[in-house]
């Protein structure tokens, strides 16, 4: 999360590809890097003199799945056309982007983003990019910080310089007290909740769904009216750590809940009776892989449920 934002010039990405090139039926594209600058160039394939370019300002997205660019442009904020896609190695059109060549140059290079839609881009790939309701994204900290989920922490710097009688505990923001519904909603604003696919997403949604973890946790039939704290995100993932791709590591967080066999005796939290079928990888049946073809990706769905042959995706 640290690295959900960067300049173009600290993109690992851009630093092992000097140049991409991506071509549609009228354009094609280039974007080079070198130690000055990011330049994206777009020019016609008609053998015309027709092109324009722009310089990349930030890089979005550490390219686990993908990394998008955007453009400053007086005071326009634009989200390139083309992404670049981890499991291609290669640009490709962005998620959410027409895949038709655009109708005129001034189009190829990107969509002009409104003020209020970029803000929470930036609000979730950069840290304080808005303060006291000013949106300055050229002064936001790149990526997410300690600030991103803590809040501001001079109070708590100084707090924690006094005696122990004068520490304060409320001096920063520790999500670990929340409850279950507000630390999955906590995390949910950036990786979107029910309440921001209703308002923010007003459209079917198909497989895109799955990208939106907390969305999927929450409609879970083991989530319930107020949550249980041994199936929120923080429960599963620690926000500070890379994250666990084995899927064996989270047998025991299942466990916790799920008996290890149908004759044995639950734990004394245990809500929930034994898998008929196993006891290890879970996951690999209850929140399965599913691809949507748009990122090029595939994404572990958290909607937790019992998957039967042929089911499809649940929506």
């Known amino acids: 999360m640290f690295q959900a934002a960067r300049l173009p010039s600290q993109s690992e990405i851009l630093q092992s590809h000097p140049e991409l090139h991506f071509s549609d039926e009228k354009y ?32 979005f997205g550490v390219g686990e799945v993908a990394q998008t660019y955007i453009f400053k442009w007086k005071d326009t904020l634009l989200e390139s056309r083309l992404s670049y896609y981890t499991n291609l190695h290669a640009l490709g059109i962005t998620t959410g982007h027409n895949a038709e060549a655009p109708e005129t140059m001034e189009q190829t290079i990107g969509d002009a983003v409104p003020t209020e839609v970029m803000r929470r881009c930036f ?21 997410v910080t300690c600030e991103a989920c803590h809040g501001p922490g001079l109070q708590h710097v100084s707090a924690m310089s006094r005696s122990n009688s004068q520490k304060l505990p409320t001096s920063i923001l520790n999500p670990k007290r929340m409850t279950p519904v507000e630390s999955v909603d906590f995390c949910g604003a950036c990786h979107r909740t029910p309440v921001d696919v209703a308002v923010y997403v007003q459209r079917e949604l198909g497989v895109a769904a799955v990208r939106f973890q907390p969305y999927r946790l929450e409609r879970s039939l083991c989530w319930g009216a107020r949550g249980d704290p041994r199936i929120t995100c923080v429960a599963c993932h620690d926000p500070h750590k890379r994250l666990v791709r084995d899927t064996a590591s989270y047998d025991r967080n299942c466990l916790q809940c799920h008996a290890t066999t149908a004759a044995a005796e639950k734990p004394a939290n245990a809500a929930a009776r034994a898998c008929p079928k196993a006891t290890k990888d879970c996951t690999s049946c209850h929140m399965p892989k599913v691809e949507v073809s748009a990122t090029h990706a595939t994404f572990t769905d958290h909607l937790i449920r019992v998957v039967r042959p042929g089911s499809g995706f649940r929506q």
């Open 28 to 59: 094609t594209y280039v974007i080079k890097h070198d130690s000055a600058q990011t330049i994206q160039s777009v020019r016609t394939n008609d053998g015309s003199s027709s092109s324009t370019s722009m310089p990349v300002s930030w890089a």
């Open 123 to 143: 609000g979730c790939h950069t840290t304080a990019s808005t303060v006291d309701g000013i949106f300055d994204p050229d002064h936001a900290a790149l990526g």
